[in-house]
């Protein structure tokens, strides 16, 4: 595959927002003009079972799905889910996971997976007014702020151990 | 890339199913109907969303035939169903193909290769073939959506009803769409007689048949010149056959080789194909599913290769698209096995499985999230077939078992699959008792829980949870003849419920117990329409 191309998975359990990050960040990669696929199943697992969702963006993306053992990065946002993720970080492959953040400074802890994006977001070559724009756009308004200020979290701690 | 110079305009990121909706809506579809189920959900409630007429039919078989009869009037419609809402509605399918449409109807079946929510693994690309119905298969959402658009068109250029399908992959993966209108307005609707093409009585029927395989050939026709097939030519080694997800993960795995991408997959483009085989040394069919394609084509004389059995089953990704043309047939490694799903903590159904494992029942299951109730650590099922199958199975078991072991037979069916296919199960426990009698549990939790929280014709809102006409259950089954009607709330009231159960297996009668407790998910979501409602009345008033 073209070295131009990201892919990133993020994994978790249902309930978590795995979908909804990988919405934010299709959405911020896409707002950017660079071509975007994002892939997921849904259904049975969303009942409590393990979610992944796939997002890859560059110049041009064929398949939708991240190919096995060749994600850039793997976001898991439950700890008992890295173990059966981590398989599909390729080499060099960045793991993120749950203990970049202090998950008891959140306000509201429903917004992990976006104090995650902000994590995330420091590897990444998308500017933050993207990644505002992608949450406002993907969340509902009364949620935008508590949100944004775990976005800001994410952000600041990846920065401090970058 | 600068935020300031970024143009977003004109460019939409849109899943499959919001593809297909937004066609739908360019494209002034007066009726779009169907019923939930996963993958093919999302394509009504987002025509629904985006200012759409569309509607929840009890089941895909009248969804098809309400589709059919807007199309007779000249409409253009859309019908939506997942693989196996299909073979609901393959009835009206069949004899739609014979009858033809007036305006267009464009029948979206969302396959599941890999079974992501599903109960099998059909491949609905012999529909097309069984039933002789034109095909697209799209690619990604700008295929979706364009290939909507074109399905219509063609739908009303031969009068012919016409096959979007679909598969998990497409209708839940985002990809990039550039929307662009191109198709004439739609007619408006006016009855006008043709009995001889509607009426499908014999006489009427078999000059139909001829007329659809007449029909057939001019799409094929078109096909070969019109069709919305792509050759990309490169070098000459290697050639790959593609449609839809399949062409995607192919063209990642090989992108030198030379392609033909097949949009419209039945009937297919022969000569089109044939000229490409030969302009190959080696030709390869990738297809998700079984080998549908590459036995049409070896069918009618061309060498190509096709898959070994092993990639039949699960969907196709790049690795295992490079397996196969890598003649690669060893044991592909098992995928990480992640955390099964479960009932909700604090689900109402969670007490339902708890009593039939504890008085030992011999459980005929049905379609919908209390499925679970196989899992640990209720293990409390022992059938699961398809929507409905609970009834007819559970009277099947009574009619034969030693008494003993029939008593403790029941079926569990949720409210949702009652309405869809358990109202007949019901008509034939009346009409064929048991001599043991026989005990129905309806799950009643409000809603269409699995697929995301549909409403259905028992809820009394419709798809845009609007107040409607609603089915009461108990009314139903009393009207019907059922001898002991129940209504129970298993989270208020468990031993009660308890009580009645053991009741209604000793009592060797017709019992219908509706256990009735909204799902958690959806409490809050019926407060929320029913306070917007009220203001909306508050506001008329």
Known sequence: MSSSVTNVVIAGLGGQGVLKASDILAEAAFRTGLDVKKSEIHGMSQRGGSVTSDVRFGDNILSPMVPGSEADFLLVLAADQVETNKGLLGAGGVLICTDRIDENALANRRSLNVAMLGVLSRYLEIDKPFWLDAIRSSLPEKVYDVNVKAFEMGRDAAAESY | MDFEKANVAERLLLSGNEAVARAALDAGVSLGTGYPGTPSTEILENFSRMGGPAQWAPNEKVAMEVALGASFAGARTLVTMKHVGLNVAADPLFTAAHTGVTGAMVIVTADDPGMASSQNEQDNRWYARAAGMPMFEPSDSQEAYDFTLRAIELSEEFAAPVMLRMTTRLCHSKTVVRPERSIAEAGRPEFHRNIKGRVMIPAYARPAHKRLRERLARIARWNETSGPNDTIQAGK?????????????????????????????????????????????????????????????????????????????????????????????????????????????????????????????????????????????????????????????????????????????????????FVHSGITGLVEMVYNPPKTGHVVLILDNGTTAMTGLQEHPGTGRTLAHQPTGQIVFEDLAGALGIERVEVVDPTKDPAGYERILIEALDSGKLCVIIARRPCLLVAGKVREYEKKRSAETDAHE
């Open chain 2, 237 to 417: 080694d290697l050639g790959i056959i593609a449609s839809g997800i399949a062409y995607a993960h192919a063209r990642e795995a090989t992108p030198d080789a030379s392609f033909l991408k097949i949009g419209l997959t039945w009937p297919l483009p022969t000569e089109t194909i044939a000229k490409f085989v030969r302009s190959v040394n080696r030709c390869v069919v990738i297809e998700e599913g079984d080998p549908v394609l590459v036995e049409s084509l070896r069918a009618a004389g061309m060498t190509v290769e096709g898959k070994s059995e092993q990639y039949r089953f699960g969907e196709l990704n790049v690795n295992r698209v490079r397996r196969i043309l890598s003649g690669d047939d060893s044991v592909e490694a098992a995928a990480a096995k992640g955390k099964p799903p479960q009932l909700c903590k604090g689900c109402p159904h969670r007490v339902s499985f708890e009593i039939l494992r504890r008085l030992n029942c011999i459980v005929a299951g049905d379609i919908g999230c209390y499925t679970l109730g196989v899992l640990p650590p209720f293990e409390a099922m022992d059938t699961c077939i398809c929507m409905g199958a609970s009834i007819g199975v559970g009277l099947g078991l009574r009619h034969v078992l030693p008494d003993e072991q029939a008593r403790r037979v029941v079926s569990v069916i949720g409210d949702s699959t």
